[in-house]
């Protein structure tokens, strides 16, 4: 009678013992392989989408094309970008924005765009453009609609 006793025991032990292993395993798996960076992947040509990513949101003048640079391992356009009108955040004076190198169509010097960044990880990148691969003037119809975006609660 013992024995059955015994033989049940045993088996819970063992069956502890592995789910034990098993959470401690998956513990130090998660642990090691824990990313410090997260990548968002939205329709960028949708300012609902992109403004609650963007640390400022502006428009800004095309002052100087710096030509191609890598900004955080990837190649970039950038750009010396006179801050006109901010509707987010707290751009200011001439800031150096990178846009990826994948787009066909390129700032124009002089030309007035709306911009939406993030900073880069190392500050002497400047910035790196959210919106839109393709390059977006400023248009009233379009600062209207980012402001309206902007002035929304959040849910």
């Known amino acids: 009678m013992h024995k059955p006793l015994l033989i049940t025991a045993v088996s819970a032990g063992a069956a502890v013992a592995l789910a034990g292993g098993a959470w401690l395993g998956w513990d130090q798996y998660r642990a090691a392989h824990a990313t410090s960076e997260s990548v968002h992947a939205f329709d960028t040509t949708d ?23 890598t900004v955080e391992g990837l190649p970039s356009d950038a750009y010396r970008v006179r801050v006109d009108r901010v509707l987010k955040g707290s751009a200011t004076g001439e800031m150096l924005v990178s846009q990826s190198d994948e787009t066909t169509h390129k700032y124009q010097v002089g030309q007035t765009y709306m911009w939406a960044t993030n900073p880069a990880t190392r500050p002497e990148e400047g910035v790196a453009q959210l919106y839109d691969a393709d390059p977006r ?3 009233e119809a379009d600062i209207a609609t980012w402001t309206t975006v902007l002035k929304k609660p959040k849910d």
């Open 137 to 139: 003037p400023a248009g």
């Open 47 to 69: 300012p609902t989408l992109v403004a609650p990513e963007a640390t400022a949101v502006f428009t800004g003048t095309v002052l100087e094309d710096l030509g191609r640079r």
